[in-house]
């Protein structure tokens, strides 16, 4: 990884929880939800959000700070399929969120800057996990995809060693802003079908 590489992913790194800001504000101009795009876009936003908890309950509350840390390497549940159960997460309710909105040009602009964010925050976080654990790592990463499961079965471990209720905690400005920001496209999409804009 390049010096300027991992300068970027460590500023996205931490800065991540403010980089749906753009999203929200072009949801808010672009969304022209329908009935079927309301369909078609809340099953990947309950999908993302379930594999949120899933991911929480194995990972626990770490995730919520702006400095990179690991105390263990977590290789159980949704880590064992994929090593990046979270941003595979936040994907999933991003198509969702991008679907219901039903405006093709911003979401395939939204899709390019989560894909820029990940393609630099990932091989920062790695290079993070293969110094703190090598061995580990190594072998967790020859095994294991970076993002998408080979297999969905595999693996299969829904209890971690945090509990439901516990992740549920964790996780209830995710639920809140996520909330939100459907209210702003049920909002959005009234408003803009109100002065006539297709």
């Known amino acids: 990884m ?8 460590a500023a996205l790194f931490r800065w991540r929880d403010l980089l ?13 939800p329908t009935r079927l795009t309301w369909l078609a876009g809340l ?17 626990g509350p770490t ?10 390497l977590v290789v159980s549940g949704p880590y064992a399929l994929t090593r990046n159960p979270l941003y595979l997460a ?13 405006h093709g040009p911003f979401a395939v602009l939204a899709l ?20 703190k654990f090598p061995e580990a790592f190594a072998e967790y990463r020859s095994r294991v995809p970076v993002l998408l499961p080979r297999a969905w ?16 905690r964790s996780e209830r400005r995710t639920f809140a802003s996520s909330g939100l920001l459907l209210a702003l496209l049920w909002g959005a999409g009234r408003w803009n079908a109100g002065r006539g804009v297709a």
């Open 2 to 9: 390049t010096s300027l590489a991992r300068t970027i992913g």
């Open 20 to 32: 749906p800001v753009p999203l929200v504000v072009g949801l808010a101009w672009a969304a022209r």
């Open 43 to 59: 099953p990947f936003v309950f999908v993302g959000e379930a594999v949120r908890v899933w991911s929480l309950m194995h990972i």
């Open 63 to 72: 995730t919520r700070t702006r400095e990179i840390c690991a105390d263990r």
């Open 90 to 102: 936040n994907l999933l309710k991003v198509a969702g969120f991008l679907v219901i909105a039903g």
């Open 112 to 131: 390019a800057f989560y894909a820029f964010e990940y393609a630099t925050v990932i091989p920062f976080e790695e290079q993070f996990l293969e110094g």
């Open 153 to 168: 079965l595999e693996g299969w471990d829904a209890r971690g060693p945090h509990s439901l209720a516990e992740a549920v």
